[in-house]
């Protein structure tokens, strides 16, 4: 057992994958260069000392490199393909949502993408073009996996579970919660280290995780906002008011299991998501909710979210644009 | 030294035909050597300056031993071709000597094969099919039986049949919304084509794929990709997983010229060059993206150059010569498996057809359409079968006559071919 933080996770979840299946290579930008930085947040650091010939960098070239790996996915290889901030997925849009996803399909069943994409997102004081949360654009993407993972243990059996799996798997990360040192360190972090096992584990691409218990309102959540939520859950139970907080995890699909058994006990839903309201994974989780379980509900679905706006750079507005601990309490409050 | 099929007898060089310091030009007698059938010439596969000879009149000499050094421009242009003399006769290749078009080889070519009259006959059978497939095809449409929409590739046959008889069994190709060609020259039966045009259960992608979709991996055919240039980054995916599982495998990656646009063109091809990755870019050059002419799309219309800037290959090739697309492409694949890495082959070709079902094609002018379809494949083809003598009218009527039945059978089948169930709606989604 040791303690590790998700960048770490997930470099160790890597070099196993890559010991164990010789099939598993990674490939992306700036991702195994010599006394460079082992990918935008060092979570491929030093793995090219191992790995020669397997930690592949390429050009700044999205839509080329995620064509190549997912060509290299169909003749029988299982590629790991990561991006620098989450936005520039959208130059790879094409390959990931025409070719990864929907190869298998249009084939009528005959061909497989073994694919594993990781995508930093996330406001950080970057401003609007690296920092978006990119979820709702591939959620509604039949053929893909995404999921997001809360902290090191989930990361480190999330990719274990996504490089086993014959289907493109999309893991968002957030940059607030890497535990990246050094250099690579982020302002504003949050500790999202974890206890992680000796022994090899993954963890399951379509389950959501129940992280507080609670009778009197569901707060769902995931990433950055799982954080949050849990400390709102501190804040209402200091009020008398008793939230259950649930990590969604698996954002696609999504775990209408768990999500149904907490509906069903508390009757009111708080749904927390960093990125604008409209169009957002909140808005399926809303819809879903109410479709499956309205009758149990006792008041209306509330979303928090972001406002319908790019992210802004002042620190003082991103605060602002970001749901905040207060934020979510009062909504839950209201609610209960 | 070319491989002369010399049935294992001792090849003894007679005397050198040329001397160093001699600029040599490809086809050229450069020695003569004696077997035990026969003494003859040997012409060069190189075009460049004689530098060094390495065997001396009387020595034994074997096939790809190295017996003369060249001084080889790096790029030379190629020779543009003489669309004013469609039907000029081309001479009939044979072994150790197949006609060049047009050239820029910075590495000797490997021996050309010898090409049999059935291996011939074979060519002229998979454009027929293409052609007739089409055709029917094209009819079946008319009559309104057949769902959905279509893009043909009447007047392209020898681009497919080229490229895919210089495969080998393992190889793959990826195609486009443009790909019933590709799919046929690969091996793709007529009737898991049409069966996959009717929308059946049968279909080479069970009814999920259609027209534009066609593919069948147990032949090395993606399913084909209708995003423009979508298929380009993933052939060098492909081939960069040839390298990474040690095997001597090459991709085929067919697109059309309005691709050379793409962003996804640069990337893909900027990477397999980068990796020397074994994948040959087959550019099928028609002239019309869509409805649009090339020549208001980019301002250097040749496409083969923008592999030189790249740092690769790139070659012209009368795509509407189907020997001349096969030597193209067999010398690319050469050079993706001995690791020199990516050619792009420029196919001069032309669309008889429009760009889909229902485009009349009426910015074609005439003039440029005439001259073309005089330049017709198929046609072109089976003249230069017919001035070798062992091959007939009658031989070529018979490969029509047996095509035709072919596909009959293939449509009466396909059209009674059983439509997907209901329950295999939401199946093949995931793994």
Excluded at chain 2, 168 to 189: C, M, N, P, V, Y
Excluded at chain 2, 350 to 363: L, M
């Amino acid at each position: 057992m040791k303690r590790l933080g998700i960048a770490e996770a997930l470099r160790e979840a890597i070099a196993e994958e890559m010991e164990r299946d010789p099939r598993v290579f990674c490939i992306g930008e700036d991702i195994g260069v010599p006394g460079g930085w082992g990918g935008a947040f060092t979570v491929t650091l030093g793995l090219e000392q191992s790995f020669p010939g397997r930690m592949i960098d390429t050009p700044i070239a999205e839509l080329g490199f995620f064509g190549v790996a997912i060509g290299a996915a169909l003749m029988g290889m299982r590629p790991i393909a990561d991006v620098q901030y989450g936005d520039f997925l959208l130059l790879a849009g094409d390959q990931i949502i025409n070719n990864a996803a929907k190869m298998r399909y249009m084939s009528g069943g005959r061909v497989k993408v073994p694919l594993v994409i990781r995508a930093p997102i996330g406001a950080t004081g970057r401003g609007s073009q690296h920092a978006q949360s990119l979820e709702r654009f591939f959620t509604g993407v039949p053929g893909l996996k995404v999921v997001a993972p809360s902290n090191a243990y989930d990361a480190k059996g999330l990719l274990k579970a996504a490089v086993r799996d014959d289907n493109p798997v999309l893991i968002f990360e957030h940059k607030l919660l890497y535990g990246s040192r050094g250099a690579r360190a982020e302002s504003g972090a949050t500790d999202a280290t974890s206890d992680i096992p000796d022994t090899d584990y993954t963890v399951p691409l379509d389950r959501a995780a129940v992280r507080r218990e609670g009778s009197r309102v569901t707060i769902l959540a995931w990433l950055l906002m799982l954080h949050h939520s849990l400390a709102a859950a501190g804040s209402l139970a200091a009020q008398g008011i008793s939230a259950e907080v649930l990590d969604v995890r698996s954002l696609s699909p999504l775990d209408y299991e768990t999500i149904g058994a907490s509906v069903r006990k508390t009757g009111r839903v708080v749904i927390v998501e960093e990125g604008p309201k409209t169009g957002g994974v909140g808005a399926e989780l809303a819809a879903g909710i109410t479709e499956r379980f309205g009758q149990a509900l006792l008041a209306p679905v509330v979303r928090v979210a972001s406002p319908d706006i790019p992210v802004p750079f002042s620190p003082a507005l991103e605060n602002a644009y970001r749901p905040s601990v207060l934020r979510i309490v009062e909504a839950a409050a209201r609610l209960a | 030294m070319p491989d002369l099929a010399a049935t294992g007898s001792d090849i003894r060089l007679v005397r050198w035909l040329a001397r160093p310091g001699e600029e040599v030009k490809r086809g050229q007698p450069l020695l003569e050597v004696e077997t035990d059938k026969a003494v003859s010439t040997v012409e060069s596969s190189i075009a460049g300056m004689l530098t060094e000879i390495s065997i001396s009149p009387g020595a034994l000499v074997s096939a790809g031993q190295v017996i003369a050094l060249f001084e080889v421009a790096a790029a030379m242009p190629a020779p543009s071709l003489e669309l004013g003399q469609p039907n000029a006769p081309s001479p009939l290749p044979s072994a150790g000597a197949l006609q060049d078009v047009a050239l820029s080889a910075a590495v000797p070519a490997p021996p050309a094969p010898i090409l049999d009259r059935s291996f011939l006959l074979s060519l002229f059978e998979h454009m027929v099919l293409i052609r007739q497939f089409e055709e029917r095809v094209k009819f079946l449409f008319l009559e309104g039986v057949m769902p959905g929409t279509i893009h043909q590739c009447q007047g392209q046959e020898a681009t497919a049949v080229g490229v895919c008889a210089a495969l080998q069994e393992g190889d793959w190709i990826t195609s486009t919304f443009r790909g019933h060609g590709h799919a046929l020259a690969k091996g793709l039966t007529p009737q898991e084509l049409l069966d996959e045009l009717f929308g059946a259960r049968t279909g080479c992608c069970r009814g999920k794929g259609g027209s534009m979709h066609v593919g069948n991996p147990d032949k090395g055919m993606l399913p084909a990709i209708a995003i423009v240039a979508g298929g380009i980054p993933l052939a060098a995916g492909m081939a960069l997983a040839f390298r990474m599982q040690k095997t001597s495998q090459v991709v085929a990656c067919f697109f059309g010229d309005g691709a050379v646009a793409e962003g996804a063109f640069h990337e893909g091809i900027n990477l397999a060059a980068l990796w020397k990755l074994p994948a040959i870019f087959v550019c099928e050059n028609n002239l019309y993206g869509a409805s649009t002419h090339i020549s208001k799309v980019m301002r250097n219309t040749r496409i083969a150059d923008r592999a030189a800037s790249y740092g690769f290959r790139g070659e012209t090739v009368d795509g509407n010569d189907v020997l001349a697309v096969y030597d193209a492409a067999r010398r690319a694949a050469a050079d993706g498996r001995a690791g020199r890495g990516p050619v792009l082959l420029e196919l001069l070709t032309y669309r008889r057809t429009g760009h889909s079902r229902r485009d009349p094609c009426h910015y074609q002018p005439k003039e440029e359409r005439e001259t073309w379809l005089s330049r017709d494949p198929i046609q072109r083809f089976a003249a230069r079968l017919q001035e070798r003598g062992d091959v007939s009218a009658a031989d070529l009527e018979a490969v029509n006559t047996r095509v035709q039945a072919r596909i009959e059978e293939a449509v009466a089948k396909a059209r009674l071919a059983p439509q997907p169930a209901l329950s295999d709606l939401e199946t093949d989604v995931l793994a």
